[in-house]
């Protein structure tokens, strides 16, 4: 014969293939974020390093450094920077320092960037009065030879899906030798 129909048994089959579309969609966005929206670090290239002014007298070195600088924005979401900078070193100390404007940049796009600052006088070693060796060990123009290291950093986040946030925290690190007699650029690394 017919036995009645419990409705608690249809409500349990309703709600067991609900929750298995929820866990679906779940899986789904994750990996489409993990995917496609996955966030990366933006690409810095350091395209030039200038010294406009620079002169060398009673063994202490005054100039003006400029460093132009490409960002690159490869993620799907504005990269949103602060906290940047800009670091000189001469011999493992502190030469020069300047702060980074905060702003954005737009997704897939490439932001110019100009950092010039002037640079306090500081002691160089009587070394830099002989024949220096520049950057890579090759011996570099005829007069004598200093080497600075230019470190920028580049702190920021990138949001994906209007949800998940990732912080940033992009670095790139340039060796640059110059000629004393004149303050030009003989060569950098990054």
């Known amino acids: 014969m017919n036995e009645p129909r419990r409705p608690g048994r249809a409500n349990l089959a309703s709600?067991?293939?609900?929750?298995i579309f929820l866990f679906l969609a779940v899986a789904v966005i994750v990996i489409v974020y993990l995917c496609v929206f996955k966030p990366k670090d933006p690409k810095i290239a350091v395209n030039a390093v200038k010294f406009p002014t620079f002169s060398i007298s009673n063994g202490?070195?005054?100039?003006?450094?400029?460093?132009?600088?490409?960002?690159?924005?490869?993620?799907?979401?504005t990269f949103i920077h602060y906290d940047s900078s800009?670091?000189?070193?001469y011999y493992g100390s502190e030469v020069g320092f300047m702060f980074i404007p905060a702003g954005k940049i737009d997704p897939g796009r490439t932001q110019y960037m100009l950092a010039t600052f002037a640079v306090k006088s500081f002691p160089v070693p009587q070394s830099v009065t002989a024949m220096?060796?520049?950057?890579?060990?090759?011996?570099?123009g005829t007069g004598p030879t200093m080497e600075i290291e230019s470190r920028m950093k580049l702190k920021g986040r990138v949001r994906a899906l209007w949800f998940f946030t990732h912080r940033v925290d992009s670095r790139v690190s340039c060796?640059?030798?110059?000629?004393?007699?004149?303050?030009?650029v003989l060569g950098f690394h990054c």
């Open 15 to 19: 709600c067991v293939v609900a929750t």
């Open 60 to 77: 202490t070195v005054d100039f003006t450094f400029s460093q132009y600088v490409a960002v690159k924005n490869p993620n799907r979401d």
């Open 132 to 140: 220096n060796y520049g950057v890579g060990g090759v011996a570099l």
């Open 86 to 89: 800009v670091q000189l070193v």
């Open 175 to 184: 060796s640059v030798a110059i000629e004393v007699s004149n303050g030009s």
